[in-house]
Nanobody, 119 residues
Framework: QVQLEESGGGPVQAGGSLRLSCAASGRTFSGYKMGWFRQAPGKDREFVASVTWGSGSTNYADSVKGRFTISRDNAKNTVYLQMSSLKSEDTAVYYC????????????WGQGTQVTVSS
């Protein structure tokens, strides 16, 4: 059973940095995508960033390019989201996700971790 556990959220001032972690377990992840999504109050969940576990290929939402970096640690089965130059509009619950099959749809989600950016 795939399990994703996020950590690292919390309050931060605008312009600051924060690193989120997502510990993954329950299967091999090689060839699968891992991603981060976020949902702000009153808004739909939106894509933030993704990484393909084997190749390391990354993809980012335009709103976070140049400020956020996604990475993975194969040995620890952990994906990170390094967030810098945070803005108040980055305030949201951040969710880790993985695809249900290689190159397939997002099928598994973590419980989420709250990030609150104060100006």
């Amino acid at each position: 059973q795939v399990q994703l556990e996020e950590s690292g959220g919390g309050p931060v001032q605008a312009g600051g940095s924060l690193r989120l972690s997502c510990a993954a377990s329950g299967r091999t992840f090689s060839g699968y995508k891992m991603g981060w999504f976020r949902q702000a109050p009153g808004k739909d969940r939106e894509f933030v960033a993704s990484v393909t576990w084997g190749s390391g290929s990354t993809n980012y939402a335009d709103s976070v390019k140049g400020r956020f970096t996604i990475s993975r640690d194969n040995a620890k089965n952990t994906v990170y989201l390094q967030m810098s130059s945070l803005k108040s509009e980055d305030t949201a619950v951040y969710y880790c996700a993985t695809t249900s099959r290689p190159y397939g749809p997002w099928g598994y989600w973590g419980q989420g971790t709250q990030v609150t950016v104060s100006s």
